[in-house]
């Protein structure tokens, strides 16, 4: 009996991928704290775009959103500074709890939020909005990249009919410093419906009105993540390709919503 009532599900899933439908029922179930929060990215952007310099303009601008992470927050604003490409922005965007001191660098742009928001999607689109260059990179706070990850991004990018997209490979490691394992598969937008196996710090896209997080307040137990919902959704429109080269040191840090991918 069971297994026929779940026969529906199960043809569901294989029709249109789990994900998807997980993302769905998320979108159902969360959309009243989503208009809310849009109201509050709103606010927020207005707010810091008429009390603050514009971030200088670059060709590539790298949103990292932080919270109480001041000396794993440094740390991945160096690697983000010490990339190869050098004519990019770096823009964090604190959620509500105060900046420490940074690097004084005229390509970093530093603000936070009047607020905690708790929600990593807003954090990132007041940043994106902030910013006018042509392409987006994202890094969280406690993550880091090698010197090359944007040259490598970039280099696709740019290339004639070249994709609107790409993300690189990831290193994934504990936090003892130890090499876990590495992810690397080739983007397919039917098998991302059914495998979790993207992450936006790997990801570099080409700034337009689609190229935002989702708003929703996803708690540890809401799947899938905003990364994911992210890319599958701007694939719909655009092009995107992998680079299958390790770019990213990706923390599996126990006090994260890190990813468990089964890709």
Do not use: C
Request: aromatic share 8%; glycine share 6%.
């Amino acid at each position: 009996m069971r297994r026929i009532a779940r026969a529906p599900w199960e043809l569901l899933k294989g029709a249109f991928g789990w994900l998807v439908l997980f993302e769905l029922r998320n979108k159902v179930l969360l959309a009243p704290s989503a208009v809310r929060l849009r109201r509050v990215e709103n606010a927020e952007t207005r707010r810091l775009a008429a009390a603050t310099t514009p971030p200088p303009a670059a060709l590539v601008a790298t949103v990292i959103a932080t919270h109480r992470r001041p000396a794993e927050l440094r740390a991945a604003v160096r690697s983000a500074l010490d990339q190869t490409v050098r004519d990019q922005v770096v823009i964090v965007v604190d959620d509500g709890a105060g900046l420490p001191e940074l690097p004084d660098d005229p390509r970093l742009f530093a603000v936070s939020l009047a607020r905690n928001t708790g929600v990593a999607g807003v954090v990132r689109n007041v940043g994106i909005r902030l910013t006018r260059s042509r392409y987006v990179a994202f890094l969280d706070d406690d993550n880091l990249w090698e010197p090359d990850h944007l040259e490598r991004a970039l280099a696709v990018l740019e290339a004639p009919g070249g994709p609107d997209g790409v993300y690189t490979a990831l290193r994934r490691v504990l936090p003892d410093g130890t090499e876990r394992d590495v992810l690397s598969v080739p983007f397919d937008r039917r098998r991302s419906a059914r495998e979790s196996f993207l992450d936006t710090n790997a990801f570099v896209g080409r700034r337009d009105r689609t190229l935002r997080f989702s708003r929703l307040r996803r708690t540890p137990e809401v799947l899938p993540r905003e990364d994911w919902e992210l890319v599958h959704r701007y694939s719909r429109r655009h092009t995107v390709r992998h680079v299958p080269h390790a770019t990213v040191r990706y923390l599996v840090n126990p006090g994260s919503f890190y990813t468990t991918w089964s890709g």
